[in-house]
């Protein structure tokens, strides 16, 4: 038993002994891989400072940085750490900075991206809820526009009328040669020549105004517009040429106004539409019978001269809308020779009748001859500036096939 025991404690010491050798070799490992705290005295900010102004290199400031690195290391080992040591501990301090630095910029960059990723969202939404609201306002326009069309047709339709009549005349001058005012800066001595000036803008105005009671008072303004410059420009001026287009077109635009108006029925007092509709006419069709009928001398002898215009006015109008054809290329031709005829005999007869008032004046030409319905009226005699300057407006179609 003695035996037993001792061999017992022996093998318990060993036991103790080689938990000791351990623990301490543990606590050395430890002290082998921890950093090692040195204190190692700092170089004040401005004596460096002062050292790096007086120091003239190329990139002082990495210069100084790595130079102050070495002092640093120089006075660690002069502190008893090895070299290793010192190493390790700079590479784990410069990498805990660098570390610690990235990390705020990422989280500051982070933030950022979310505040305008955010920001950007907000902005999203208020376009797609601006664009809502315009196409919102657009249709309520549009519904306006329509009910505002419709209590006009019903309160004013012949307002309605003449203003599309004042568009399509307005489209037909291209170059809005009639569309504003004679500027008389330009044209100092218009007013010379010309006592009432008429323009586009100034019968919309007046339209506007309800100033026209009657289609021949709208009429009257449009030819006035049309004689004032065929009045005060040359035949061989671009002015000149214009409004005898302008009158031309504008004719036919004029013609089919009055059919309309006498087809739908208007008051001239009120202008609104009468309490029983005419009966319908269709003014647009007719036979070529008809045509060929009206163009024989013989069948027209018991007009009037003006009433023989106006019916072939009628029928070239008739055979200008039907489809081209040979047929119809000859009777628009043999119609506007007989419309040119007339009224070259008619001009003939009134210059006649001028000159038996006034003296002998220059022989008539086919463009001296009176307007039809639709066309301003042959101008008088004018005075010797007048004369010079001016010439009889020509005819309202072309006098030319």
């Known amino acids: 038993r003695d035996r037993g025991r001792g061999k017992h404690k022996r093998g318990a010491k060993k036991g103790s002994k080689l938990k000791r050798k351990v623990r301490k070799g543990m606590e050395a490992a430890a002290r082998r891989a921890a950093v090692p705290m040195v204190l190692v005295p700092q170089i004040p900010s401005h004596r460096l400072n002062k050292i790096c102004i007086g120091v003239p290199v190329q990139r002082k400031n990495q210069f100084m940085q790595r130079l102050h690195n070495y002092w640093l290391l120089k006075r660690q080992s002069r502190n008893g750490v090895p070299l290793i040591r010192r190493l390790h501990s700079h590479l784990q301090s410069q990498r805990s900075a660098g570390q610690a630095e990235p990390d705020e910029k990422v989280s500051a960059v982070k933030e950022e991206l979310k505040y305008w990723q955010k920001l950007r969202h907000d902005l999203e939404r208020a376009r797609l809820?601006?664009?809502?609201?315009?196409?919102?306002?657009?249709?309520?326009?549009?519904?306006?526009?329509?009910?505002?069309?419709?209590?006009?047709?019903?309160?004013?339709?012949?307002?309605?009328?003449?203003?599309?009549?004042?568009?399509?005349?307005?489209?037909?001058?291209?170059?809005?040669?009639?569309?504003?005012?004679?500027?008389?800066?330009?044209?100092?001595?218009?007013?010379?020549?010309?006592?009432?000036?008429?323009?586009?803008?100034?019968?919309?105005?007046?339209?506007?105004?309800?100033?026209?009671?009657?289609?021949?008072?709208?009429?009257?303004?449009?030819?006035?517009?049309?004689?004032?410059?065929?009045?005060?420009?040359?035949?061989?001026?671009?002015?000149?040429?214009?409004?005898?287009?302008?009158?031309?077109?504008?004719?036919?635009?004029?013609?089919?106004?009055?059919?309309?108006?006498?087809?739908?029925?208007?008051?001239?007092?009120?202008?609104?539409?009468?309490?029983?509709?005419?009966?319908?006419?269709?003014?647009?069709?007719?036979?070529?019978?008809?045509?060929?009928?009206?163009?024989?001398?013989?069948?027209?002898?018991?007009?009037?001269?003006?009433?023989?215009?106006?019916?072939?006015?009628?029928?070239?109008?008739?055979?200008?809308?039907?489809?081209?054809?040979?047929?119809?290329?000859?009777?628009?031709?043999?119609?506007?020779?007989?419309?040119?005829?007339?009224?070259?005999?008619?001009?003939q007869q009134q210059r006649h009748l001028l000159n038996g008032e006034h003296g002998k004046g220059p022989p008539a030409g086919p463009e001296d001859s009176p307007a039809a319905p639709g066309e301003p009226a042959t101008p008088p005699a004018t005075p010797e500036k007048d004369t010079a300057k001016s010439t009889p407006p020509p005819t309202l179609e072309p006098t030319v096939p």
């Open 129 to 347: 809820l601006v664009e809502l609201i315009r196409k919102r306002e657009r249709l309520k326009r549009e519904q306006v526009k329509v009910h505002q069309a419709a209590m006009e047709l019903q309160l004013t339709p012949f307002l309605v009328l003449l203003r599309s009549t004042l568009d399509q005349l307005q489209e037909k001058d291209a170059a809005q040669i009639f569309a504003e005012p004679v500027n008389l800066r330009e044209v100092p001595d218009y007013l010379e020549f010309i006592s009432q000036p008429m323009d586009f803008s100034t019968m919309r105005t007046k339209l506007e105004a309800h100033g026209y009671r009657t289609l021949a008072d709208f009429e009257a303004d449009f030819n006035l517009m049309v004689g004032n410059c065929l009045k005060y420009n040359a035949k061989d001026t671009v002015f000149h040429r214009a409004a005898v287009r302008l009158r031309d077109l504008g004719g036919a635009i004029l013609r089919h106004t009055q059919r309309q108006a006498q087809s739908i029925g208007f008051d001239c007092e009120t202008g609104m539409h009468l309490p029983d509709s005419p009966k319908g006419q269709d003014y647009y069709r007719c036979s070529w019978e008809d045509v060929d009928n009206i163009l024989a001398p013989e069948n027209r002898v018991h007009l009037s001269a003006e009433d023989q215009l106006k019916e072939l006015l009628d029928k070239l109008d008739m055979v200008s809308s039907m489809r081209s054809s040979g047929a119809r290329t000859r009777r628009v031709r043999l119609l506007r020779r007989e419309i040119n005829s007339i009224r070259y005999r008619v001009g």
